[in-house]
């Protein structure tokens, strides 16, 4: 059997949401669209079950696929609903609703519901993505209390670079925020992954922990203390000597400078490795760092393994994980943690309790 895998460490992931709940203080909504950011949403929320405070999905879809799998807990909808019939899904499955534009506040001022909804009311801080801004938000409050068709009122904002914490953005996004809903009545909910580490200053009722879940440090280099959830690995298949001046594989991009062992390993841009990254970007073989060398292929990869003379033919092979933070292949991708860890598929997955 093909040797690439995706293991999950649901122990891990359980151990984030505690930290993100403890360093935030109140509740959390554990944030597992995008299938749980591509670690399995149904097997993650069954994982969080019994202590998560709810769940924060993308949209509709995602939400009635934790419905069907059992899950009872609070499911806030985060782009909210795209027209009446989702809203009538929306009242019949208990989510609750983020409203983050006139369309939406109006779909629920003219549709009848059978029952009052939980709606987070979105300000635009400063984001300029979505949302109700400055004077709108009091006046969009107004509109749902009168509707009838609301029991409570969260008021939310999501913060642009609050993984910088240098940078005044953040600083500027909680004043804009208090001055839009003050003397509001109704919960809050700021912070995302980083800002759970970061912003104390932004701590409030709801946390919204996503990335940090998953164990990818939104904030790399801070001792946070997440652990990886997701190991991604495979394994060699085959072992070459080059001698020093061939190249190896597409475009001929890795020239070798001495005779060197390459491992041919089961995993490629398929599987969502990226195809991006350079010669150089780690992988970690049968526990030994070393690293990538030539183009990621479609279904495969090369690695160097000239100083790893133990090393050969069914040599575990880490793609990312504990010994290769998913952050510093991102890093060498160009990309982020949370693109790479979407984007595995094809794999097998496997699930640790
Ligand atoms: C509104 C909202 N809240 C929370 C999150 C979680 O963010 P993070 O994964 O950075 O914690 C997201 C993710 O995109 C989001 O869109």
């Not at 935030?24 to 149904?42: C, E, F, I, P, R």
């Not at 979105?122 to 107004?142: E, H, L, P, T, Y």
């Not at 060699?236 to 597409?250: F, K, Q, S, T």
């Not at 073989?285 to 003379?309: A, E, F, K």
Request: hydrophobic letters at 45%.
């Amino acid at each position: 059997m093909r040797p690439a895998r995706a293991l999950i460490d649901l122990a891990a992931l359980r151990h984030n949401y505690r930290l993100a709940r403890t360093r935030h203080g109140t509740s959390a909504l554990a944030v597992v669209k995008a299938n749980a950011y591509g670690h399995g949403a149904v097997r993650c929320a069954h994982a969080l079950a019994g202590e998560a405070d709810g769940f924060a999905v993308a949209f509709l879809d995602e939400a009635l696929e934790l419905r069907a799998a059992g899950i009872t807990a609070p499911i806030l909808l985060l782009e909210g609903v795209f027209d009446a019939l989702e809203l009538a899904d929306a009242v019949r499955h208990e989510l609750w609703v983020v409203v983050h534009h006139e369309a939406q506040l109006r779909m629920i001022e003219t549709t009848p519901l059978a029952m009052p909804l939980h709606i987070w009311l979105k300000v635009n801080s400063g984001m300029n993505r979505a949302g109700f801004v400055g004077a709108d938000v009091a006046a969009a409050w107004q509109r749902l209390q009168a509707s009838g068709k609301v029991r409570e009122i969260t008021l939310m904002t999501h913060f642009a670079r609050a993984d910088e914490p240098q940078v005044v953005s953040t600083a500027e996004q909680l004043e804009c925020f208090e001055a839009a809903t003050r003397g509001l009545a109704g919960t809050r909910s700021l912070a995302n992954s980083a800002a759970i580490l970061g912003w104390p200053r932004a701590h409030r009722d709801w946390a919204r922990p996503g990335i940090l879940l998953y164990g990818a440090d939104p904030m790399p280099g801070e001792a946070n203390g997440l652990q990886p959830v997701m190991r991604l690995e495979s394994a060699v298949m085959a072992v070459r000597e080059i001698e020093a001046g061939d190249a190896l594989g597409y475009g001929g991009r890795f020239v070798a400078e001495r005779r060197t062992r390459v491992g041919l390993v089961a995993m490629g841009y398929a599987d969502g490795y990226p195809r991006s990254v350079p010669d150089g970007t780690p992988v970690a073989i049968d526990g030994q760092p070393s690293r990538l060398i030539g183009r990621v292929s479609m279904d495969m990869l090369t690695v160097d393994l000239t100083d790893l003379p133990a090393a050969g033919i069914g040599s575990r092979v880490e793609l990312w994980g504990r010994q290769v933070p998913v952050n510093r292949v991102a890093a060498a991708a160009g990309t982020i943690a949370y693109e790479l860890l979407c984007n595995v598929k094809r794999v097998r997955f496997s699930y640790q309790d």
